[in-house]
């Protein structure tokens, strides 16, 4: 069964910092492209990272520097660093991986609250 688990969400001020991390069962890790996707209230789902099997990294525009998104094989874990946060980061955000893209497993997502 295959299992993607968020975690690390939670409520911080503007400018601050929150880690992200997406923790999975169920997969060969190492052979996912993994990638965060986030959805805010009457918004569509958006990325905000993704990260290749072999490490390639691409980020949404809105992201401008401040994310940064890593994976450890060893650990079958993909994290999301985030700094320099704003009030419109606020969102559900979500793991999702895939053998070519990442859309196939997705976790339940996890909350992120950024106040002015």
């Known amino acids: 069964q295959v299992q993607l688990v968020e975690s690390g969400g939670g409520s911080v001020q503007a400018g601050g910092s929150l880690g992200l991390s997406c923790a999975t069962s169920?997969?060969?890790?190492?052979?996912?492209?993994m990638a965060w996707y986030r959805q805010a209230p009457g918004k569509q789902r958006e990325l905000v990272a993704r990260?290749?099997?072999?490490?390639?990294?691409t980020y949404g525009d809105f992201v401008r520097g401040r994310f940064t998104i890593s994976r450890d094989n060893n650990k079958s874990t993909m994290y999301l660093q985030m700094n320099s946060l704003k009030p419109e980061d606020t969102a559900v955000y979500f793991c999702?991986?895939?053998?070519?893209?990442?859309?196939?497993?997705w976790g339940q997502g996890t909350q992120v609250t950024v106040s002015s």
């Open positions: 999702a991986a895939g053998r070519n893209y990442p859309g196939t497993f």
């Open positions: 990260i290749t099997s072999g490490g390639t990294t």
């Open positions: 169920g997969i060969i890790f190492s052979l996912h492209d």
